[in-house]
């Protein structure tokens, strides 16, 4: 997709963001520029997403310190489908550590679709990544509770410690989604034939449908990015929800596979990971500086948000916020 960041004027690298005002003022710039892109179209595989509003576009900015920067429709609730998928990963790595993660999971870009069947087989069963779905429902099976209940539960109360208030689920998309996720449950019979899922397939594939309907809004999304940002500390609430080495861990993975095949184009352009949903929400996170959350719900092909992603892009220029941008350093040339 043309994320269309020619002429967005490129901040030099540094360790920091540019004062409180000059971020308000770029994330205004960003939603405004983003707000002229009317391409894609809204989800529709699962009947309870097609009612989203097209015009709906909420950008949220949240810096490490607390501060807050943010634009249009930040307050509207929609489900957070797969952003969920980077979330719960750094929930069993806090929980049993990413050994186990790994050698079952992985943390390869599988090259296809999130919701391919192909992609496990022609990987001898192997689930490739926490991003996909076949990786995201071996994360799900994988969290250690006595039942499909505890684990449930677990997920919940996690994902909110990340969003700093209790979420809850829209039992509508809930609903929605248990009627049609065929393909979902194909998936994780596949996994459990291959022996990578041990639990029961039909109570992983509900919890996973649960945990993707929960109502967030950007600003939410921007609270749980940048706790990530923060090396796994929620700057709203203070309080620790993964550990730094967890939070570093998870930004690798969302790196590696956060915007699905589009993975590398995303991280070339706009040089932060991401993570993205089919309800239309979009997050990044800028290491020791901020999250990021857009919500606009037209997708493009791969199913990332098309306005997220433009807004996002223009923000990774204009804030300096590209991780592989090295910030100049005082250089003994200069010195002589
Ligand atoms: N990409 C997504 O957001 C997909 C999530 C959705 N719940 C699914 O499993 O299909």
């Known amino acids: 997709m043309d994320l269309d960041v020619t002429g967005v004027p490129q901040l030099a690298a540094t360790g920091t963001l540019p004062p409180a005002a000059t971020c308000t003022d770029l994330v205004a710039d960003a939603y405004a520029h983003a707000l002229r892109h009317r391409e894609g179209s809204v989800a529709d595989y699962i009947p309870a997403l097609a009612s989203a509003d097209p015009d709906a576009f909420g950008l949220s900015v949240i810096e490490v310190d607390g501060g807050v920067h943010e634009r249009g429709d930040t307050r ?14 750094a929930l069993l790595c806090e929980a049993v ?66 969003a700093g208030r209790e979420l809850s689920v829209d039992e509508a998309v809930y609903r929605s989604e248990t009627q049609t996720n065929h393909r979902n449950a194909a998936i994780a019979q596949l996994l459990t034939s291959y022996g990578r899922i041990r639990e029961d397939p039909a109570e992983v594939v509900d919890v996973y449908t649960r945990q ?18 923060d090396g796994g500390v929620n700057p709203v609430t203070g309080a620790r929800v993964v550990t730094a080495d967890v939070a570093r861990d998870t930004l690798a993975v969302m790196a ?21 949903g089919v309800a239309g929400g ?46 100049p350093s005082p250089s003994w040339k200069d010195a002589r």
Not at 120 to 146: K, R, S, Y
Request: contains cysteine; glycine residues 10%.
């Open 212 to 229: 993707c309907s929960l109502l967030v809004d950007a600003h939410d999304l921007a609270v749980m990015a940048a706790t990530l940002a």
């Open 256 to 276: 590696a596979s956060g915007l699905y095949e589009n993975s590398g184009e995303w991280l070339f352009e706009v040089g932060l990971p991401g993570k993205s």
């Open 97 to 162: 550590g990413h050994e186990q993660a790994l050698a079952v999971v992985g943390v390869n870009n599988s090259g296809l679709a999130f919701n391919s069947v192909v992609a496990i087989e022609l990987n001898d069963g192997h689930p490739m990544n926490p991003m996909v779905n076949a990786g995201a429902l071996a994360t799900t099976a994988l969290v250690p509770a006595a039942d499909a209940a505890e684990r449930w539960s677990i997920i919940h109360d996690g994902l909110s410690r990340f």
């Open 282 to 327: 979009l997050v990044s996170v800028a290491p020791g500086k901020a999250g990021i959350a857009a919500y606009a719900p037209p997708l493009d092909a791969a199913g990332n948000s098309v306005r997220g992603q433009i807004a996002t892009a223009y923000l990774s220029r204009a804030l300096g916020l590209n991780i592989f941008a090295s910030a």
């Open 76 to 89: 509207q609730r929609f489900s957070i489908q797969s952003i969920s998928k980077a979330f719960v990963y």
